[in-house]
């Protein structure tokens, strides 16, 4: 019994592989597969004709702002006079090895934004990190994104005191490179976006980690009078 159970496995065995796995046929016809494989998808293929468009062409026009790798857009984008004021409004892919670009000063992590920050800046980096890191990391970056709704677990809290601790440099070799169960963003985000999203996470932690000793004095004041029981219990002027 057992030796008749063997020989139909075998048999079977090799049906399967004969009709999946065997290719390099002498034929002009497609081999017969169960899973059809990937060489032959519906997708372009350089300077070959596609039945997808109209005209028969597979070559396309590039989308208007398309850039290669390793280049630059020629200016910015919304007319600022110097490129690094507001290094956001270009695509950088310099591929040099300094701090800009690693996050390293010799072989420490450096610390600081290697720009000047303005408000356009935090702008910039919150609207980043609504799209690429809230989603698991959650909006005021608890660690509670949607993604940990649907079982992702061991999220950073990055408003714990040993991420508010660590350098701006590991920050950003963590978003290129990732870490843990954190994939590296290194491929989808730019270089300047990296470093906009690390100065509006900066901002985000002092927020989230305030205390009244961080308002400035002249405006310190106004708070502690709004909370203070004798401004609740005194009534208004007319």
């Given amino acids: 019994m057992v030796r008749y159970f063997l020989l139909l496995l075998a048999l079977i065995t090799i049906l399967v592989v004969s009709i999946a796995g065997l290719r390099g046929c002498k034929t002009g016809r497609p081999p017969i597969e169960i899973f059809p494989d990937m060489v032959r998808q519906d ?58 670009n690693t996050g390293k000063i010799g072989t420490n992590w450096g610390s600081g934004i290697p720009f000047t920050v303005t408000i356009s800046t935090l702008e910039r980096g919150r609207e980043r990190f609504e799209i690429q890191c809230a989603v698991c990391h959650g909006a005021t970056g608890s660690g509670n994104g949607i993604a ?7 999220v950073a809290n990055l408003n714990q005191q040993r991420i508010r601790q660590m350098t701006d440099g590991e920050i950003y070799n963590t978003i290129v490179h990732g870490k843990n169960t954190m994939l590296g963003y290194g491929a989808t ?38 909370n203070s029981p004798a401004a609740a219990t005194t009534p208004a002027k007319p």
């Fill in 148 to 154: 940990t709704k649907y079982g992702l677990v061991g």
């Fill in 43 to 100: 997708k372009v293929k350089a300077q070959s004709p596609s039945d997808f468009f109209a005209d028969g062409r597979g070559a396309r026009e590039h989308v208007t702002g398309t850039l290669p790798l390793g280049y630059s857009q020629p200016e910015c984008a919304r007319g600022c006079d110097d490129k690094m004021s507001s290094p956001y409004n270009a695509v950088f892919f310099s591929g040099k090895e300094d701090y800009a």
């Fill in 189 to 226: 985000i730019q270089l300047s976006d990296r470093w906009a999203i690390i100065a509006y996470l900066r901002a985000l932690q002092r927020s989230q980690n305030g205390t009244i000793n961080d308002v400035p004095s002249d405006q310190r004041a106004a708070l502690e009078g709004t």
